[in-house]
């Protein structure tokens, strides 16, 4: 059940409306289904309309016409509340709505239970899925109703209503997400001929330059060098920068600004300065060492983020999920631009699962914030594994975070990232098909496959028919005959990839251990003389499987600790 609540002034005008049958063709057999003192006179029952109307009105407004003699009176004295049930409710009886309604104006503050001096009101069944409430605001003691936060009373109350009535349960918020665009900004979005208004556009816009960002003074000066956006720094009297205002140049009837708090909770100068602390300078080059690929940075950090969702810390868990959110928004500035525009709705979608009421600990997510920042300073890559490797791993990340939301009933945040998984696939699906094909047509010799098949019967015997049934499979052992040669254990590697990430999820099994194979080969191989040496170290086999933690591709060594 969806409530909408208004104030206004005039009493007549909205009883009138509520009995209307002639203008408002969907108000079919209007009647009273409940009222202050169930006394009330009904027009829907009445041969005299227009008296009995004048009646009802002057009922209303009794107390109203008192306290404004004493000039007590609110200058809004009517309270208009409509409840609406969903499609797929039942049709709910007269006596059901008359019970919903009561419940509603006691939860709000308008008549509490049990109060003689609750305010007057009628609750108006005019079409068979909703019913509309009129109060006025005056009690019988002449004092205006306390009626603060009644949306979210009344909401509160609805979601105990369809428990108990057996109706749909409705996706309810917590409050911290965007300011939906107003029916006269999406008309003149429209007029202008654009599929987003200015506030979207420039919720967008902002979103990546904080993405792009190392700190704040680059935050303001990416700002204020995109073509078509207007900035504004606002200035404390001792100089200090206090916010920033933001509107678009193209506006027909002149620029329309917009603070950041204004387009997004999270876009607060403050919030965003927070967000920028909890990023580390880039790293330069150092002579005879190769800099680490900072897609395989964010790769690695990515995959971690599932484990971390599950270790009971949420402020952490917060702060994890707000990075992976802007690196979604950095990934259309660095993407092949046949999928950009899905990459842009999986960002705008996931930026719903970004926010909650838990206070997010930023500094938990300095690896992952700094290697997008470094993915972005590159130039984009060639090579299409690399974004498929990190799709790969975002995917898990929205199913791991869609489950993090659910535990802890963020209904709003579970419907985002569920819708942030549609579009990751399908851009998952275009970014891999071209190097997957490349791995299949290099497929091996049988005599090599039937050596990889017996090792993931060894390592994976749960899920390695389901492996060996994948159309991905010929890429697989593509690389980990690629790994052999280079001179890592293959069996380390399966071993290592699957114990990382589980692959219960994983519908494409084979899929995320090429991935996942690939980048942990990427890393310089280990001897064998090394690896029983670690492995006397640490009292156990050399091929028994690493941690996750350790086993993430880590920057490659260098050259002189490779020679020895």
């Known amino acids: 059940m969806i409530a909408k609540i208004s104030s206004g002034k005039d009493t007549v005008g909205l009883i009138r409306y509520l009995f209307d049958t002639k203008k408002a063709k969907d108000h079919t057999d209007p009647h009273l289904v409940a009222s202050w003192d169930d006394f009330a006179p009904d027009l829907g029952r009445s041969d005299d309309f227009d008296a009995t109307r004048r009646l009802l009105v002057a009922d209303l407004d009794l107390h109203v016409k008192q306290a404004r003699r004493l000039g007590r009176a609110p200058d809004k004295h009517v309270w208009h509340c409509s409840i609406r049930a969903a499609p797929e ?4 009886s007269d006596e059901e709505w008359a019970g919903i309604a009561r419940r509603v104006v006691a939860a709000t503050g308008i008549a509490p239970d049990g109060d003689p001096d609750g305010c007057r009101w009628v609750a108006v069944r005019h079409a068979p899925d909703h019913i509309h409430i009129a109060a006025t605001k005056v009690r019988a003691d002449l004092r ?32 911290t997400a965007a300011k939906r665009p107003t029916r006269a900004e999406q008309e003149k979005a429209r007029r202008a001929g654009q599929d987003k208004t200015p506030r979207e556009r420039l919720r967008s816009t902002v979103r990546t330059a904080v993405a792009a960002a190392s700190g704040i003074e680059e935050f303001v000066h990416l700002l204020s060098h995109i073509d078509g956006v207007l900035v504004e720094i606002v200035y404390f009297p ?19 600004w917009y603070s950041g708090s204004k387009l997004a909770p999270d876009l607060s100068f403050h919030k965003i300065q927070e967000r920028l602390k909890a990023v580390d300078p880039q790293p330069t080059g150092k002579p005879g060492r190769r800099r680490p690929n900072p897609w395989h940075q964010a790769t690695a950090a990515t995959d971690r983020i599932p484990h971390r969702l599950d270790q009971g810390d949420d ?15 950095a ?9 950009h525009s899905q990459l842009r709705e999986a960002a705008t979608a996931f930026e719903r699962a970004t926010r909650s009421r838990i206070q997010a600990e930023h500094h938990h ?9 470094a993915m972005v300073r590159e130039p984009a890559p060639k090579d299409g594994a690399v974004l498929a490797m990190f799709l790969d791993a975002a995917i898990f990340v929205v199913m791991a975070a869609a489950r993090w939301h659910q535990l802890r009933h963020h209904n709003q945040q579970v419907a985002a990232a569920h819708q942030t998984l549609v579009h990751l696939r399908a851009a998952y699906e275009q970014a891999a098909a071209a ?3 490349a791995l299949t047509q290099r497929r091996p010799p049988q005599q090599t496959v039937d050596r990889h098949i017996s090792r993931i019967r060894q390592v994976v015997p749960d899920h390695a028919q389901q492996v060996l049934d994948d159309s991905s499979f010929d890429a697989l052992v593509t690389v980990l005959t690629d790994a052999e040669a280079a001179g890592h254990d293959p069996e380390r590697l399966l071993e290592q990839a699957a114990h990382q990430r589980p692959l219960d999820d994983a519908r494409r099994p084979a899929r995320v251990l090429t991935w996942r194979i690939q980048r942990l080969s990427a890393r310089a191989a280990v001897s064998a003389g090394a690896r029983a040496a670690q492995a006397r170290s640490a009292g156990q086999h050399p091929s028994a499987p690493v941690p996750a933690e350790t086993a993430a591709p880590a920057a490659p060594q260098p050259r002189q600790a490779r020679r020895r």
């Open 89 to 92: 409710d039942r049709i709910l």
């Open 144 to 175: 205006t109703a306390r009626h603060w936060n009644d949306y979210l009373t009344a909401d509160r109350e609805l979601a105990a209503i369809e428990k108990e009535y057996g109706l749909l349960q409705v996706v309810r918020g917590d409050r």
């Open 238 to 256: 001792s100089g200090d920068v206090r916010g920033y205002k933001v509107a678009l140049e193209d506006e027909v009837n002149g620029p329309v």
């Open 315 to 329: 402020e952490a868990s917060q702060a994890h999920l707000a990075a992976f959110g802007e690196a979604l928004d």
């Open 331 to 339: 990934l259309p500035l660095l993407a092949p631009a046949p999928i």
């Open 365 to 373: 997510a300095r690896a992952l914030r700094s290697a997008v920042r």
């Open 435 to 437: 190097p997957l094909a």
